[in-house]
């Protein structure tokens, strides 16, 4: 795991305002965070861990907890989204990449939502920010696979782009070419992408999302 500091953190911690109003704070992924992780896979529903882990998990291990917060930031990265307007800003969803070994431009992403902020644009918002990371270490394309019945994450990932294919009965392979967002106005590009340089904090609004960045 790669060293990391409060500046680090810092620098890479922003504010974001969804469709719904609701303010999330979002940063880097920390050792620290395993409890709070813990706490977010537990008010998934069993439907929505099924989803995510493409069978039924009951628990996530001390080992699972360890790799999913005691990351390199490059090779593997993950945000993590809170709810400022709640009590105890408990946190609401995840978005992570691993690089893929042996194809260096490509990575495997996920992002899960608690069920409760589901359908408020965060999905989005975590994918874009995950996606502005990636490009700045190299990496072009995320790969992912999903259930064909999961149509919520699949329409959010058509409307940035991405390609699908059936890999096998009941699975369909995402996926997303980072470099679309290179055009200018792409979602992909304007979104977050100071914060991934770690030009935070800023509070982007959703009106500013298609505003097009200088440079």
């Not at 979002?26 to 896979?41: Q, S």
């Amino acid at each position: 795991m790669s060293p990391v500091d409060d500046e680090f953190v810092r620098r890479r911690t922003t504010e974001a305002t969804l469709r719904d109003g609701t303010r999330v704070l979002l940063r880097p992924i920390l050792p620290k965070d395993k409890a709070e992780l813990l706490d977010g896979f537990r008010r998934l529903s069993p439907e929505s861990r099924y989803r995510r882990f493409l069978s039924p998990v009951d628990e996530l291990t001390e080992e699972q907890l360890r790799n999913l917060t005691e990351i390199d930031y490059v090779d593997h990265f993950a945000w993590v989204a809170f709810d400022l307007g709640d009590a105890g800003h408990p946190g609401i969803g995840v978005a992570r990449y691993v690089r893929v070994a042996g194809e260096p431009e490509v990575a495997e992403a996920a992002v899960t939502v608690v069920d409760d902020y589901q359908g408020r644009g965060l999905g989005t918002l975590l994918l874009e920010a995950l996606g502005a990371v990636a490009l700045e270490n190299g990496i072009t394309t995320f790969r992912g696979y999903a259930l064909e019945e999961n149509q919520p994450i699949l329409e959010v990932l058509d409307g940035l782009g991405a390609s699908t294919a059936h890999d096998s009965p009941g699975l369909v392979r995402v996926e997303i070419d980072l470099r679309v967002g290179e055009k200018p106005g792409s979602p992909l590009r304007e979104v977050l992408r100071l914060l991934a340089r770690g030009d935070g904090p800023a509070f982007l609004r959703p009106d500013r999302l298609s505003d097009k960045t200088p440079g």
